[in-house]
Protein backbone atom coordinates (compact mmCIF):
# COMPACT_ATOMS: atom_id res chain seq x y z
CA UNK A 1 0.00 0.00 0.00
CA UNK A 2 0.79 3.44 -0.78
CA UNK A 3 2.11 5.76 2.01
CA UNK A 4 2.18 9.62 2.40
CA UNK A 5 4.60 11.65 3.75
CA UNK A 6 3.30 15.22 4.45
CA UNK A 7 6.12 17.98 4.54
CA UNK A 8 6.76 21.83 5.12
CA UNK A 9 4.43 23.28 7.47
CA UNK A 10 5.83 25.37 10.63
CA UNK A 11 4.91 28.72 11.64
CA UNK A 12 4.12 31.63 9.52
CA UNK A 13 3.27 35.19 9.83
CA UNK A 14 -0.24 36.25 8.49
CA UNK A 15 -0.07 37.11 5.15
CA UNK A 16 2.55 34.83 4.32
CA UNK A 17 3.12 32.07 2.29
CA UNK A 18 3.64 28.24 2.92
CA UNK A 19 4.32 24.96 0.37
CA UNK A 20 3.04 21.77 1.65
CA UNK A 21 4.62 18.75 -0.20
CA UNK A 22 3.34 15.14 0.04
CA UNK A 23 5.57 12.12 -0.92
CA UNK A 24 4.35 9.10 -1.74
CA UNK A 25 6.13 5.68 -1.43
CA UNK A 26 4.26 4.51 -4.83
CA UNK A 27 3.15 5.80 -8.04
CA UNK A 28 -0.06 8.14 -7.77
CA UNK A 29 -1.00 8.46 -11.17
CA UNK A 30 -3.17 5.83 -11.17
CA UNK A 31 -5.24 6.87 -8.22
CA UNK A 32 -8.77 8.60 -8.75
CA UNK A 33 -8.05 11.97 -6.76
CA UNK A 34 -5.59 13.18 -4.37
CA UNK A 35 -6.70 15.69 -1.81
CA UNK A 36 -5.38 18.32 0.89
CA UNK A 37 -7.96 17.87 4.80
CA UNK A 38 -7.09 20.14 7.39
CA UNK A 39 -7.84 19.65 11.36
CA UNK A 40 -8.20 22.37 13.60
CA UNK A 41 -8.51 21.97 17.51
CA UNK A 42 -12.07 20.75 18.61
CA UNK A 43 -12.89 21.24 14.87
CA UNK A 44 -13.59 17.96 12.46
CA UNK A 45 -11.83 17.31 9.63
CA UNK A 46 -12.55 19.22 6.17
CA UNK A 47 -11.15 19.05 2.82
CA UNK A 48 -9.21 21.88 1.68
CA UNK A 49 -8.25 21.10 -2.05
CA UNK A 50 -8.46 18.09 -4.15
CA UNK A 51 -7.32 16.95 -7.59
CA UNK A 52 -8.93 14.54 -9.60
CA UNK A 53 -6.49 12.12 -11.86
CA UNK A 54 -7.72 14.19 -14.77
CA UNK A 55 -6.20 17.45 -13.50
CA UNK A 56 -9.77 19.20 -12.50
CA UNK A 57 -9.42 20.44 -9.03
CA UNK A 58 -11.95 21.89 -6.30
CA UNK A 59 -11.19 24.16 -3.52
CA UNK A 60 -13.13 24.72 -0.09
CA UNK A 61 -14.57 28.05 -0.25
CA UNK A 62 -12.62 29.40 2.80
CA UNK A 63 -9.31 28.94 0.71
CA UNK A 64 -10.23 29.67 -3.36
CA UNK A 65 -7.95 32.36 -4.32
CA UNK A 66 -4.95 31.60 -2.21
CA UNK A 67 -4.58 28.14 -2.01
CA UNK A 68 -3.70 25.96 -5.23
CA UNK A 69 -3.24 21.75 -5.34
CA UNK A 70 -0.80 20.28 -7.62
CA UNK A 71 0.76 17.25 -8.58
CA UNK A 72 3.96 15.64 -9.92
CA UNK A 73 3.08 12.19 -11.09
CA UNK A 74 6.86 12.15 -11.84
CA UNK A 75 7.72 12.47 -8.75
CA UNK A 76 4.99 10.84 -6.68
CA UNK A 77 4.35 14.70 -5.13
CA UNK A 78 1.54 16.40 -4.20
CA UNK A 79 1.51 19.98 -3.48
CA UNK A 80 -0.57 22.77 -1.57
CA UNK A 81 0.56 26.51 -2.09
CA UNK A 82 -0.63 28.53 0.49
CA UNK A 83 -0.70 32.12 0.15
CA UNK A 84 -1.85 35.08 1.97
CA UNK A 85 -2.66 33.24 5.35
CA UNK A 86 -4.85 33.88 7.94
CA UNK A 87 -4.81 32.56 11.38
CA UNK A 88 -7.97 30.57 10.70
CA UNK A 89 -5.75 28.21 8.34
CA UNK A 90 -4.09 26.98 11.48
CA UNK A 91 -4.59 23.52 11.76
CA UNK A 92 -2.91 19.95 11.02
CA UNK A 93 -2.90 19.48 7.55
CA UNK A 94 -2.99 15.81 5.73
CA UNK A 95 -2.27 14.61 2.20
CA UNK A 96 -5.22 11.87 1.11
CA UNK A 97 -5.16 9.56 -1.67
CA UNK A 98 -8.16 7.98 -3.16
CA UNK A 99 -7.73 4.59 -5.13
CA UNK A 100 -11.29 3.90 -6.20
CA UNK A 101 -14.44 5.33 -7.06
CA UNK A 102 -16.62 3.10 -5.03
CA UNK A 103 -14.29 4.29 -1.66
CA UNK A 104 -13.48 7.88 -0.27
CA UNK A 105 -10.11 8.93 0.26
CA UNK A 106 -8.93 5.55 2.10
CA UNK A 107 -4.62 6.22 2.34
CA UNK A 108 -3.84 9.30 4.66
CA UNK A 109 -0.42 11.07 5.73
CA UNK A 110 0.29 11.81 9.51
CA UNK A 111 0.09 15.50 9.05
CA UNK A 112 1.96 18.45 9.15
CA UNK A 113 1.16 21.42 11.60
CA UNK A 114 0.68 24.93 9.98
CA UNK A 115 0.72 27.70 12.73
CA UNK A 116 -0.25 31.38 11.09
CA UNK A 117 0.35 33.81 13.75
CA UNK A 118 2.12 37.14 14.80
Known amino acids: QVQLVESGGGLVQPGGSLRLSCAAS????????MGWYRQAPGKQRELVAS???????DYADSVKGRFTISRDNAKNTVYLQMNSLKPEDTAVYYC????????????WGQGTQVTVSS
Open 96 to 107: ALRSSFFRGYDT
Open 51 to 57: MSRGGST
Open 26 to 33: GSISSSVA
